[in-house]
């Protein structure tokens, strides 16, 4: 089944700790997305990448970073400079930045 | 700045209540408006995709419009499984996608 694979599905981390998360697709995609997902909030975009060994930032970049050396896999890492890092994360991918986007069932980290 | 305001934020309705949400937009140029399900600790589900005034999509009991200034997601009859939040996004020329707070929707037997 084509599909966007998150893991994992919940997640813990110590402050000061860089964490990172997982986004796998096998839909063919050349645009992959992670947003960030606040309870009374909708989805606020963290990176983007419109295609292999390019990403821009989203409206709330600070605090994370990502990679994209491969079409199918678009990680994550939340790292320690990211002061209010609890969130749902939630990775997404489409055929191009002017189509749907398909998303994966998110990642639940929590700070403690 | 672009912005989308979803109405109402949460609604009631009784199984078989027929009723419609509201997605209305400020955006320099729609380039498409997308509507999603998004059941509790679940990515969102991909339901709609609208690109110019007057368009109409229908799935199931799901019927969404778009107007120049707004989308609306009308439920037909719906069921308890058509409890969710339900997230509209609009499409910008400049390829930007801003997402709406969404509605919960409940449906109660």
């Known amino acids: 089944d084509g599909g966007i694979t998150q893991s994992p599905k919940y997640l813990f981390r110590k402050e000061g700790q860089n964490v990172t998360l997982s986004c796998e697709q096998n839909?063919?995609?050349?645009?992959m997305y992670w947003y960030r997902q606040d309870p009374g909030q909708g989805l606020r975009l963290i990176y983007y990448?419109?295609?292999?060994?390019?990403?821009q930032k989203g409206d709330i970049a600070e605090g994370y970073s990502v990679s994209r050396e491969k079409k199918e896999s678009f990680p994550l890492t939340v790292t320690s400079a990211q002061k209010n890092p609890t969130a749902f994360y939630l990775c997404?991918?489409?055929?191009?930045?002017?189509?749907?986007?398909?998303f994966g069932q998110g990642t639940r980290l929590t700070v403690v | 700045e672009d912005q989308v305001t979803q109405s109402p934020e949460a609604l009631r309705l009784q199984e078989g209540e027929s009723s419609s949400l509201n997605c209305s937009y400020t955006?320099?140029?729609?380039?498409?408006l997308f509507w999603y399900r998004q059941d509790p600790g679940k990515g969102p589900e991909f339901l709609f995709t609208?690109?110019?005034a007057g368009e109409e999509k229908e799935k199931e009991r799901l019927k969404a419009t778009l107007t120049k200034k707004e989308s609306f997601l009308h439920i037909t009859a719906p069921k308890p499984e058509d409890s969710a939040t339900y997230l509209c996004?609009?499409?910008?020329?400049?390829?930007?996608?801003?997402f709406g707070a969404g509605t919960i929707l409940r449906v109660k037997s």
């Open positions: 955006v320099s140029g729609l380039r498409g």
């Open positions: 997404a991918s489409s055929i191009d930045l002017a189509a749907e986007a398909f």
């Open positions: 609208l690109y110019s």
């Open positions: 996004a609009v499409l910008s020329y400049g390829n930007k996608l801003v």
């Open positions: 990448s419109q295609i292999v060994n390019d990403f």
């Open positions: 839909l063919n995609h050349d645009a």
